[in-house]
């Protein structure tokens, strides 16, 4: 089994950022993949930044590429995501994806960006 926990979601002004981690436990070896999808109200789940086990090969949304950084600590099985400048469209559910054998999620957490 293996848990995936989100934590530093909330409400933060247009132009603020946030930083996203998710902490992974559990029975695994190691994670083919990490990284965070988000889904909007209405919106299907689309994914942000995806980073692979090796430094090469990391990949963002064009609508969030120069203002989000998702960096992996392996040896803390751990991934995080930072968003700076964050604009009103970026409000949605933010979820941590990790692949071993399998897909895996975390729960979700909320992030608004309102004045």
């Known amino acids: 089994q293996v848990q995936l926990v989100e934590s530093g979601g909330g409400l933060v002004q247009p132009g603020g950022f946030l930083r996203l981690s998710c902490a992974a436990s559990?029975?695994?070896?190691?994670?083919?993949?990490m990284g965070w999808y988000r889904q909007a109200p209405g919106k299907q789940r689309e994914s942000v930044a995806i980073a692979p086990s090796s430094s090469s090969g990391v990949y963002y949304a064009e609508s969030v590429k120069g203002r989000f950084t998702i960096e992996r600590d392996n040896a803390k099985n751990t991934v995080y995501l930072q968003m700076n400048s964050l604009k009103p469209e970026d409000t949605a559910v933010y979820y941590c994806?990790?692949?071993?054998?399998?897909?895996?999620w975390g729960q979700g957490t909320q992030v608004t960006v309102s004045s």
């Open positions: 994806y990790a692949v071993t054998t399998q897909p895996h």
């Open positions: 559990g029975s695994f070896s190691h994670f083919v993949v």
